[in-house]
């Protein structure tokens, strides 16, 4: 088939976070499967508007940043609709546009009116990036008139899309509850993830030495985007109550967002400085040389669809301390290969504290989570994502009912 793959970051453009992995990761096994995948996302600055990386054909677009979050993703669909038509006169019709995430929505609303066959993932929803609520108590006018619009926009993409995609049984109810969508309309496609690459043997005291650790002290590492989803804020609070059962361990926080400055001043406030590392944003590289130096790995997330980061850690045999939401709830099987905890401070020091005071028990639940993290692997993920498409397909040559505006009813279905 040949795929157009929609999404604002990946590895070899601008790298954001977990998405960007999942959405390279992807191409890049359609495409050793013999499919034709273009990855429409950003431009970085110098980059060339063309390359072709891993089997992957790349088409970085460049566009009018605008004045705010909605004409950013607004103008960026834009210019990626316009790319791909471009693609399309040269090379040949797509048989499926695969978005991923709201970013993309205006632009796969675009190619639906075209005629074209559509998936959409969802990674999150704008009610799970607040943390599962939205108190209007907190909330300016203009904050609620963005969620409003992100979500409006979220739920148009779910509706005309042919198929979607999710990553958890806890997110496609969320996906039926927020947009009334048909359960039957989603498949549940678990993130994937080839634990060598986050395999690595390393001289832990060097590690540790980078970053002012001292050698023989025992470390906790977060790792993600600082923001309240998250939860990096409850790991805050929950460190005075570890430093009272081990006053050596230290804490590493790697990953930016607008929640940072507020982190620095609340450990400051809490008398906590010296325990905390703020690495902010960093490479690939050095965070696979934290995730195999570190003791333990915490997400302390109020709402997590899926969390590769448990992932990653399993892939390295670290403990990992998570709370029980969404995919981390249903992929963790407590005191076997993790410790599950409740989002809120004092639990998630409980959990720390149980390993640190347990060292066997820490050590199974590394050792097990190792083991369960192949399950996790990209020739399953793939073989169902194909399923998908071939749904898709097939959906199209019985009961395909244009949007309203549609140009092109042509079938595809010839295209497998």
Known sequence: MRIAILAWESLHSIHVGGLGIVVTRTAEELAKRGHDVYLF??????????????????????????????????????????????????????????????HVADALYELKKEGNLVVLSYHSSEYGRGGGAFSDKRASKEDKRVFNEISAREGLGGRISDRIITVSRTMRKELCWLYKIP?????????????????????PNKVKKKYGVPSLAPTVLFIGRLEYQKGP???????????????????????????????RRNARKLGILDAVRFLWWIPYRRYVDLLNTCDIVCIPSRNEPFGIVLLEAWATGRPVVATDVGGLGENIKNLVNGIKVRPNPRSVARGINYLFNHPEIMARVGTKGKEKVMKFDWASSIKKLRRTYRKALESRTTSFAPVKGSKSHRSISGSR
């Open 183 to 203: 359960r039957e309309k989603i498949d549940i496609i678990s993130n994937a993830i080839d634990p060598r690459k986050y395999r690595k043997d390393v001289n």
């Open 233 to 263: 804020d409850l790991l805050i609070d929950a460190i005075p109550k570890v430093l009272e059962n081990r006053d050596d361990v230290k804490f590493l926080f790697a990953g930016k967002g607008t929640m940072r400055n507020y982190l």
């Open 41 to 102: 996302t950003r431009a970085a600055e110098g980059q060339s508007k063309h390359a072709r990386i891993n089997d992957v054909n790349y088409c970085r677009c460049k566009f009018d940043p605008g004045k705010d979050i909605l004409s950013f993703f607004s103008n960026m669909s834009k210019a990626m609709v316009k790319e791909l038509h471009a693609v399309a006169r040269h090379s040949g019709r797509f048989d499926i546009i695969h978005g991923h995430d709201w």
